[in-house]
């Protein structure tokens, strides 16, 4: 019996991690990309 649920919990998990694949694509955000002068993550840290 404890084998069964463990292999159902297995199966769960699989299910959901290609579901989440499914519906993302696993690509991450998608956008067009940004100028570096436009985009505020690649300012240069500020030297105190």
Known sequence: MTY???LLL???AMSVATIRLIVRDGRGPQ???V???ED???R???AH
């Open 10 to 12: 297995i199966v769960a």
């Open 35 to 37: 100028s570096h002068f």
């Open 31 to 33: 956008r067009p990309p």
């Open 4 to 6: 069964l649920m463990i």
């Open 40 to 42: 505020a993550r690649f």
């Open 44 to 46: 240069a840290p500020v």
